[in-house]
DNA sequence: TAACAGAGTGTTATAATATAACATTTAATA
DNA sequence: TATTAAATGTTATATTATAACACTCTGTTA
């Protein structure tokens, strides 16, 4: 289990951001909402991104190029991650199943290839759009 | 079934580009390597690249923003594809298993989402690399 | 056959995403 | 307090992707 992490001040501002949001985050969609806390620069972002992930406290939803706050605690340092991302509405929910996780971390590769983490995009339309 | 396309001067090119690699090729190194063959631009890459994928004959690898070609046939149309990337050589192989890939096909998700497609990467080492 | 529709092409320009490199500051610790 | 590790600020640039528009080619269909 990883323990609590303090927070630097950029990580913390862009932290509580993504947290706040609805849905996935765009790095320079951050970048222009804190700039009126003294961020100017990608770096800055990218940066602070980078550690969040390090840390699990956010996840980047590949497919869309976005951020979003993990909401599982069992996807432990993101080793194991899933979502479900709405085609029209954009919308993306973190998927924490334990049976699926278990399914696919356990799942071996004939190649002999030894996994240490995996990302699950599931795309569909959600309750309200479908 | 998807039945056999017939492809366009420029996707052909691209698709036998992709065919031939070795690895996931990115957009813009397609473009280098094509350039002798009078397509210069990388509009002329991306629309060839996403009439492929509608087509099935390649895949984006999302984590990397780089292409490979279909290798399996019951991917149908990349509506549920997997993929095994080597975090040290950056290989990538298409997993093709119809265990997983119908099981994670009739996973249900709680909030009632519908889903038509997914793509599942997994990360570690290859067995050279290990 | 003329005209039209659809897919594909070529081209220029630009948008969006991400990293390199370097100087400085702050925090934690020997 | 000297030393290190992590974080910051900044400028510049690399990489990935799309917009917009004019043109061509091919197969309908009126």
């Known amino acids: 289990m990883a323990q609590a992490q303090i927070l630097s001040r950029n990580q913390q501002i862009v932290l509580d951001i993504i947290e706040k949001a609805k849905g996935p985050l765009k790095a320079y969609s951050i970048l222009f909402n804190v700039q009126k806390k003294g961020i100017n620069a990608p770096q800055q972002i990218y940066r602070a991104l980078d550690k969040l992930i390090e840390m699990g406290k956010i996840h980047k939803i590949e497919s869309k190029n976005a951020f979003v706050a993990c909401r599982s605690s069992d996807c432990e340092i993101s080793k194991a991650t899933a979502f479900s991302i709405c085609e029209s509405c954009e919308m993306v929910d973190e998927i924490s199943d334990a049976k699926l ?10 190649k002999g290839m ?3 983490r995996f990302n699950l995009e599931f795309f569909g339309l959600c309750k309200k759009c479908k």
């Not at 996780?101 to 004939?110: E, L, Q, V």
């Open 101 to 110: 996780s278990k399914y696919i971390s356990s799942f071996n590769h004939k």
């Open 114 to 116: 030894k996994f240490k």
